[in-house]
């Protein structure tokens, strides 16, 4: 028969001793990560489903990253648009407040109003969010606007706002100041009306007449021309004919002349002389001075909107229209401009799409946003460019100072909220707020499904601490009895066995 021997130390006593620590050294990191394994092999059959749901809670995540920069790019532009709404709403209070205090010193505050506007606009339009412009459509790399002093000042050879202006007024008013009329009298008793020029000026619409024991004839041409003879004998007090002309912005000014006994008339009257050909005379001196004061006004502040209008109808493949001269003021037509001759205001990105499309964010596995803005939409630039008609302007002070400024307000306070019927600022603001809102909706469920994959996971991936607790005390129990029989193992000897 064989004895084994007492004394030697059996390995799988040792390896149960091994086995049970390490068991206890799983069970306590389970405690302290609340997580069943480091690694997805430890999770056994749901490993793939572990896999799957982490993969889902990190696309969401990275989601949500996109919303976060979208919705700050949105918030900025959101705030430039309602700042530039609110300069548009201050320069029409202002220009109402100038008018009914009148004169250069209302006329200076309106200017001053508009080309510190301006300035801001600008800046709001150049704005960023990152390193991204945000009105400039899909040229993020680049301001969408030129400079304060290049819109209106010019750069170099390229002209600015103010020189297009001026040009143009220059073209439409004519040396003489009578809007490209010519006003003569063809023989005794009569007198002329005449367009010197189909481009430019004032141009005849319609006429209307109650001057008795007078003819008037016309407008008709080209040129469009205008006869009024009195040979017939003179008109009564009271007697009125009226002139409609249509102005270069498409709008249409009557002009109409009463005849009076008075002497001096007043204004737009003239005066019953004492025969017919001192009528004429008189109706002549009136027709002129009443052209004059058209021309100085409404006429100009027309000429001004139109070349505004020019100017910012333009962009980088179509630069402005330009008045073909020197000398402008005898000049007869238009010439195409060049981007090397003029100031082209929009410098962004332009296309036929929608502005909107032109910045694009996937928010979702199955759902995009569009959230672009192009400066030189129709509500921005309508905005624009009241305000920088006004800022490159100059109402002299003189006479003709209020009804002046009250031609530019009739013209520009219609359009500094948008054109009517047209796309405004608010237009642009609601898209974006639409775009927020959907954002905003993807953000909550997006919470609310990461919370959900989450519980999921978490029972997947995740222990009870209360079930690894008891589990590591009966393994500590486990591990201290077999550690004490164990020990009596090693103390035990021969000597100690035979005896």
């Known amino acids: 028969m064989t004895i084994s ?67 700050t790019r949105i918030d900025v532009a959101q705030q430039s648009l309602t700042r530039i709404g609110a300069l548009g709403s201050t320069l029409k209070s202002t220009m109402v407040q100038g008018n009914s205090g009148g004169g250069s010193l209302g006329a200076a505050t309106v200017q001053n109003t508009a080309r510190a506007s301006l300035d801001e606009m600008i800046g709001l339009l150049n704005g960023q969010a990152g390193d991204r412009y945000l009105f400039s459509g899909r040229d ?11 819109i209106l000042n010019g750069d170099g050879g390229r002209a600015g706002l103010t020189q297009i202006i001026s040009e143009r007024n220059q073209a439409d008013l004519g040396a003489d100041g009578l809007g490209r009329l010519a006003i003569s009298s063809p023989s005794a008793g009569v007198v002329a009306l005449a367009e010197t020029t189909t481009a430019f000026g004032l141009k005849f619409a319609s006429a209307s007449s109650t001057l008795g024991n007078t003819t008037v004839t016309g407008p008709a041409g080209p040129p469009a021309a205008l006869s009024v003879d009195f040979t017939g004998g003179n008109p009564s007090a009271g007697d009125e004919i009226t002139v409609r002309f249509t102005l270069p912005d498409g709008t249409t000014q009557n002009l109409t002349l009463t005849a009076t006994t008075q002497t001096p008339p007043g204004e737009n009257g003239f005066t019953i002389g004492v025969n017919n050909t001192d009528t004429a005379a008189k109706f002549q001196t009136a027709l002129t001075s009443a052209v004059g004061k058209l021309a100085a006004t409404s006429l100009k502040a027309a000429s001004a909107v139109q070349a505004s209008t020019e100017f910012f109808d333009a962009d980088v493949n179509n630069p402005p229209l330009r008045v073909d001269g020197p000398p402008f003021d005898s000049a007869t ?9 003029s100031v082209v205001w929009y410098t962004g990105e332009t296309g036929s799409d929608s502005a909107r499309a032109t910045a694009t964010a996937r928010i979702d596995p199955s759902l995009s946003i569009n959230y672009g803005v192009r400066a030189n939409e129709d509500g921005i630039r309508s905005v624009l460019q009241s305000i920088a008609t006004m800022a490159a302007v100059t109402v002299p002070d003189d006479s003709n100072s209020s009804a002046l400024s009250q031609a530019y307000y009739q013209r520009l306070s219609t359009v500094l909220n948008g054109t009517a019927g047209g796309q405004t600022v608010a237009n642009i603001s609601t898209d974006l707020a639409g775009a927020q809102v959907t954002i905003n909706a993807a953000k909550t469920r997006h919470q609310q499904q990461s919370a959900t994959l989450s519980a999921y996971l978490d029972q997947i991936e995740g222990v009870s601490t209360e079930e690894v607790g008891a589990q590591i005390l009966t393994l500590q129990t486990r591990l201290q009895a077999s550690m004490q029989v164990t020990s009596m193992i090693y103390q035990t000897s ?6």
Do not use: C, W
């Open 140 to 150: 993020t790399d680049k301001p969408a606007v030129e400079s304060f002093d290049h």
């Open 333 to 341: 037509a238009t010439i195409a401009g060049t981007s090397s001759n």
């Open 494 to 499: 021969l000597v100690n066995y035979m005896s």
């Open 5 to 71: 021997s007492i004394g030697g130390k059996p390995a799988g006593v040792i390896q149960s001793l091994i086995n049970l620590r390490t068991q206890l050294d799983d069970l306590q990191r389970q405690l302290s990560t609340g997580k069943k394994s480091t690694t997805y092999a430890g999770l056994g059959l749901s490993r793939g489903m572990s896999v799957s749901l982490r993969s889902q809670v990190s696309t969401l995540s990275a989601f949500d990253d996109t919303i976060g920069i979208v919705g």
